[in-house]
């Protein structure tokens, strides 16, 4: 194949890969395809077998090496995914907590175990606000 064709699979690959919504797969076939590109412009290989050999190889080695962290660093920017974008929010006790008690509190229609970090019990169906999250325990004091 020539060079020009190689680079131009590589973009429309890289651009296939913004339509598509969580993927993040096509762009390491693309990056593999600019690099063979490059590779046969230089005229450094002339031979198809090769060519494909080279396009698999640098696709899965990027795939495989740079598409775990990339997807980690995506979901971790993610303000939706984020456990600490409930600080703050209001949730409804279900259950007396006694001052540092553990308990069970309602936020977004789910039930949370929660800590107790007021000074004063919180009874059941009492408001009461986020003020930190360790885990899956939401840290919470009445409103």
């Known amino acids: 194949m020539p060079w020009w064709l190689w680079l131009t699979v590589g973009l429309g690959l890289l651009l296939g890969d913004l339509l ?16 063979v590109g490059l590779v046969v412009a230089l005229t450094l290989i002339q031979t198809a077998w090769v060519e494909w050999l080279l396009f698999s190889g640098f696709s899965i080695v990027a795939l495989l090496a740079f598409r775990p962290p990339l997807v ?5 920017s993610d303000p ?11 949730a409804v006790v279900q259950e007396d907590i006694a001052v ?9 229609g789910t039930t949370w175990t929660v800590r107790n970090v007021g000074t ?16 899956l325990t939401l840290w919470v004091r009445g409103v």
């Open 100 to 108: 540092e008690g553990l308990g069970r509190a309602e936020l977004r």
């Open 20 to 35: 598509i919504p969580g993927g993040l797969v096509l762009c390491f076939f693309g990056a593999g395809a600019l690099a």
């Open 72 to 76: 980690r660093y995506v979901r971790r």
């Open 80 to 90: 939706s995914l984020r456990m600490d974008s409930l600080v703050g929010e209001s």
């Open 120 to 135: 004063v019990a919180l009874t059941r169906g009492q408001r009461s606000q986020v003020t930190h999250v360790e885990g």
